[in-house]
């Protein structure tokens, strides 16, 4: 291919003369180049993260300004040469004898029960009994019966690392970089063990944990896990009405927590709120140095429950009984309540080893919390492939983070898009040394393409794992791999093991619309508390091409040329404009183009008198913009007027600080439709 740039533009983008000129010249040397290898070239040769980021953007717009979308969406980054050859997948494949991933997930598909088979036992789990077969045959989808007959406890499975090997690394707010062994965490997590033992937690019971992620909160979900209970997990970020309903809906019989909560100079409440809520008796542990409240009677210190010297024996368990609770984003009326069995651990550890090629020694960070799926899939993933969970105490939206994240020398760092997009507008993790990691991984809503080229670019280049999936299937049904060129904002597989189907309104094939899991796979959720399953999952769903039966799951899905997926929000949140179906967060990719606008959140609303639905955005505004809501709305409609549609007419734009979001930080747009239409009645 022909280059087509411009000496000059390149040098107004920031690029030294004499650089440019060099670029030019060595790249009319290398014209018959596809666009691809132009790129990789560019982007591993040419490009550092010192560049401005508009200079990446625009080589990586003119090199693929011609690009044809069927062969898929235009790659950021490709393996490099070797590269494939060192993956866990290729190891999978080699012992398969197989020659492509494509094949791979073919026979993963149709061979599901010995894929599973097969990627146990490269995890190293640890059975006290072993199973009889890998899947009840007499099981339906529904509910599969994992590891008939096997009795484990998947505590046993995280503890496979060297003793002496990091199992955690840390940084508490200003202060050094520290590091806990896999021997030490064992030992602390037994210490947890033996003292709920002597208060009478054992198996069933169910113990919740409502505090930050921290070193002593891993060490209490796995000794909770390690005696035959269950971890409630609740977000440090619920008012009391929350956490009063979580702990009614888990049935926790005691509460980990902590006195207050960090940010910065700041000290939040966080006991406060666990004792309005009605908690059962809680340990609680001290921010700083010391507690600093006074504990209600039949509460204790973290020191004085951890007062003896004490070890326990892991309890050996059935596959389907529960470790954790976790609850799904509920907005009005009870949360769903999804139990996730000992099996559950397994589809968190594989998508770790498989997708996000997780290794021993790798350092894996990912700012979250155990309220949220991803704080025990971080755990799981991380200890069961014997590599190093990175904590960092700070805010990840700071530069100390980033400063972390090199000193800790991560290897694979987790994101959602909105952190990204902060990191973007602030700039504040240019000119850090991030050549430590190997990969990203996003998740937890939709990505902006601008925003994760950006995130590649601040490492030199390297993949960025796109990761959708849920609570109730604990991991990812949609994803990407490092064996496979990397889009922004694009999957480029389904899981390996998962199979999906995409169907249109009248329940047809198509490529773009509803998306449906073909199930069996581990990881399927098989059970609600307060809930009917099968009703939430399986009632009244389509068959798929073979007339197999489907599992809903929501999400709304493009199938893109060369075996790629864009994702389009939830089906909920698809909106109806003028006739044409367009989701919400296509609005909102174009909506947040808008200079000076820094995120949007885009939904449909019934006109006073009835009527068609209108379109209605709340916009944040970068920081010192000011806009009234005309002017707003003026800029909004010409930009989705010009790069979607004309008949998309916004009837309203309104300025917001910020927007409404669960724990997982997935934007509540119900919120802002009850919000807008009790404002219109006021």
Known sequence: MVLSVEL????????????????????ASRQSMSAGECWAWISREVLKPAHSFA????????IFANWDDGQGPPPAWTPPPGYVETTNIHRFMRDLELSSYAELHAWSLANRECFWERLIDYMGICF????????????GVEAPGWLADARLNIVDSCFGGDEDAPAVVYQPEGQPLQRLSYGELRALTERVAGSLKKLGIGVGDAVAIDMPMTVESIAIYLGIVKVGAAVVGIADSFVPVEIETRLRLGGAKAVFTQDLIGRGARRLPLYEKVVEAGAPPAVVLPCDDDLAVSLREGDMGWEEFLEDEREADSVPRPPEDWVNILFSSGTTGDPKAIPWTQTTPLKCAGDGWLH?????????????????????WLIYASLINRATIALSYSAPTGRAFGRFVRD?????????PSLVKIWRSSGCMEGLDWSGIKAFSSTGEGSNSEDMLYLMMLAGYKPVIEYCGGTEIGGGYITGTVVQPASPATFSTPALGVDVHIVDDQGEGADKGELFIVPPSIGLSDSLIGGDHLEVYFDETPTGPEGEGLRRHGDEMERLGGG???????????????????SSSEIERVAATVEGVHEVAAIAVPPAGGGPKELVLYAVLEEGMELSSRALKMRLQRSIRDQLSSLFIVEDAVPVESLPRTASNKVMRRVLRREYAEGREG
Do not use: C
Not at 128 to 139: F, M, Q, V, W
Not at 364 to 371: D, N, V
Not at 408 to 416: D, H, I, T
């Open 8 to 27: 000059g533009e390149l040098i107004r983008l920031g690029m030294a003369s004499a650089e440019a000129e060099a670029l030019m010249e060595d790249a």
């Open 55 to 62: 200079l990446h953007r625009y080589l990586y717009e003119q």
């Open 128 to 139: 006290s009994e072993p199973y009889s077969r890998i899947r009840d045959p007499e099981s």
């Open 356 to 376: 996000h090629d997780i290794r021993p020694g790798d350092v894996i960070a990912w700012p979250t919390s155990l309220g949220w799926m991803m704080g025990p």
């Open 408 to 416: 800790a020398q991560v290897s694979m760092l987790g994101v959602v």
């Open 564 to 582: 790629y997926f864009r994702a389009h929000g939830r089906v909920d949140d698809t909106m109806n404009l003028n006739g044409i179906k367009v």
